[in-house]
């Protein structure tokens, strides 16, 4: 399936970049097994020096998406710190240009590659070209020639939003609350049933289950304002005065959420837990007592896991089959300290 750079972005602004994955790859985003922990990933950044006499490949899936980019700065930084040769390339969204970096992968010597194009249907193709060198999968599987996984935990992200969600009602009102709203967008298939079933899990471990007439789980299809106008044609349907709990595949749709529940003069009966920490929901989480936790997907960290992880592949070294980002709970408590520069969006 081939979709132009510009449909991907749009994609991209819609559900975020792993919800996008599987949009555009369907079956090739790591599934997650949720009774089994993820595999433990041992690193936290490269040591200065270990890269050197290396020379690795990075094919970018395009540095003009802001995700993609913030992927792309942490492995350079990585790479300088390491002594590492990078050679980098920007497939730029499409698929002939992502077979023209697999080619200069070859041509300029990589030992191994960091593998971040988005058409995993190319993958044979695009692996051949730079000779199946060991390939560490950026997000989407490339068979033949990847020997690890690296991307988000889906359903772990999902599960520390529902834990630190539950945690803050139980130490409210003992866990009390009208409804439970899940905003989804089922179109992305497995994506969303990892976040969306880590947030229930994770919420009912701390709340219990939660009884069928108080869940309501509604497709909004990912973005702020199919949220906004779904949420604004079900508030109605909800008896003013309780507690919502709002528990939003990204943080689009949770904004969305809240935007209706604002114009309905409703919005401190929500309680919000949400995914992705993301610059747009800043003042929402310093300031708003009803957004109570978020999800960090950390892209500004790839870089800490994949350059000493490659560096050890081309060592000889045994490496976990899946190396998945540590996400972290985000809430007003420890925003500021994970990411300083969200200061200027604290306005309360």
């Known amino acids: 399936m081939h979709r132009s750079a510009t449909s991907v972005r749009r994609l991209l602004a819609t559900v975020g970049l792993g919800a996008l994955l599987a949009a555009s790859a369907p079956g ?18 490269a040591t200065p020096g270990s890269g050197e006499g290396k020379t690795v490949g990075y094919i970018s899936l395009g540095d003009s998406l802001p995700f993609v980019k913030l992927v792309s700065d942490s492995i350079r930084a990585e790479a300088e710190i390491a ?31 960091l593998n971040f194009q988005l058409y995993a249907e190319s993958s044979t193709e695009i692996c051949g070209a730079y000779d ?22 889906n359903f772990h992200a999902g599960e520390i939003s529902g834990i630190a969600t539950a945690q803050a009602l139980q130490a409210e009102n003992g866990c009390t609350y009208d409804k439970v709203l899940t905003l989804e967008s089922p179109a992305v298939g497995q994506v969303n049933t990892d976040r969306v079933g880590g947030m229930l899990a994770g919420f009912a471990s701390v709340c219990g289950e939660i009884p069928a007439d108080k869940l309501q789980q509604l497709g909004v299809g990912g973005t702020t304002d199919q949220a906004l106008e779904s949420v604004t ?29 604002r114009t309905a003069g409703r919005d401190g009966e929500l309680r919000i837990g949400s995914q992705g920490a993301d610059p747009s929901a ?19 960290r790839y870089g800490k ?17 899946n190396l998945f980002i540590v996400h972290e709970a985000i809430s007003k408590d420890n925003l500021l300290t994970i990411y300083p520069e969200a200061e200027s969006a604290k306005t309360c």
């Open 233 to 261: 044609s079900v508030l109605p349907t909800i008896p003013p005065g309780g507690i919502l709990v709002v528990l939003s595949l990204n943080d689009d749709m949770a904004l969305g959420a809240l935007a209706a529940a």
């Open 305 to 321: 896991t994949l350059v000493p992880a490659v560096i050890d592949l081309l060592d000889g070294k045994a490496l976990p089959r």
């Open 83 to 113: 002594g590492l040769e990078l050679v980098y390339c920007d497939s730029k969204v499409d698929q002939a240009e992502a077979l023209a970096c697999a080619q200069q992968m070859k041509v300029q010597g990589a030992q191994a590659v």
């Open 28 to 45: 090739l985003v790591a599934a997650q097994d949720a009774s089994a922990p993820p595999d433990v990933n041992p690193y936290t950044g």
């Open 132 to 153: 199946n060198v060991p390939t560490i999968a950026i997000d989407i599987h490339q068979d033949p020639c990847e020997v690890v996984f690296m991307g988000a935990d």
């Open 282 to 300: 800043w003042t929402e989480i310093l300031c708003n007592p009803s957004w109570i936790a978020d999800s960090a997907y950390f892209p500004e």
